[in-house]
């Protein structure tokens, strides 16, 4: 039971425009979300999260939206740019219920078409 | 800062042989995990640990153990190794209610 689905296994965006990863999630136990990305032969570096008492969180180019009604949330890159070419692996957590672990989704390989 | 370090970074192994990945991190982090990520697949976490002398299951804890004598370390054994144990392990470590830090992972084959 795959409780974090991230539907796109790739996507291609050219230099300068906005790239647009989106993952869903099923267990309403959720409440923290985060993104990671990771360069191959390297671990996951943690790239943006937000709590489920905010909608949306920016920092820098990165901003991601979250949609509690509908389980879904989205990282929004802007403008894109060739490092950030990675595989984006988003994570859940039920955090307020005192539970560190993270719920992986299985990446989306962006890539930046320079 | 060293962050999180793992050792072996690649290892190959012969099946029912055993081995130790040593996970090691010098942030004095109460939580520690291992992920498994298999090709084309999210991470899975392995065991996790939130505190010395506490370790508990996570999805896929079959055929490894681990344990938390220290803060700073947490070894994951592999005892009889399985070519279904051909994976990158992620060694992991946070605070509570921070952000969740890797290690760069162990290449394992099992042939």
């Known amino acids: 039971d795959q409780q974090v689905k991230q539907n796109s296994p790739s996507l291609s965006v050219q230099e300068g425009r906005i790239s647009i990863l989106n993952c869903d999630y099923t267990?309403?136990?959720?409440?923290?979300f985060l993104w990671y990305k990771k360069y191959p032969a390297e671990g996951p570096t943690f790239l943006i999260s937000i709590s489920s008492i905010k909608d949306k969180n920016e920092d820098g180019r990165f901003t991601v939206f979250l949609n509690k009604s509908a389980k879904h949330l989205s990282l929004h890159i802007v403008p894109s740019q060739p490092g950030d070419s990675a595989v984006y692996f988003c994570a859940a957590s039920a955090h307020r219920f005192g539970n560190e672990k993270l719920t992986f989704g299985t990446g989306t390989r962006l890539t930046i078409i320079p | 800062n060293a962050g999180v370090t793992q050792t072996p970074k690649f290892r190959i192994l012969k099946i029912g042989q055993s081995m130790t990945l040593q996970c090691t991190q010098d942030m004095n982090h109460n939580y520690m995990y291992w992920y498994r990520q298999d090709p084309g697949m999210g991470l899975k976490l392995i065991y996790y640990s939130v505190g010395a002398g506490i370790t508990d299951k996570g999805e896929v804890p079959n055929g490894y153990n681990v344990s938390r004598s220290t803060t700073e370390d947490f070894p994951l054994r592999l005892e009889l190794a399985a070519p279904s144990q051909t994976s990158v392990y992620f060694c992991a470590s946070t605070a509570s209610g921070n952000t969740i830090y890797f290690g760069e992972g162990s290449w394992l084959t099992v042939v």
């Open positions: 267990n309403s136990m959720f409440d923290y």
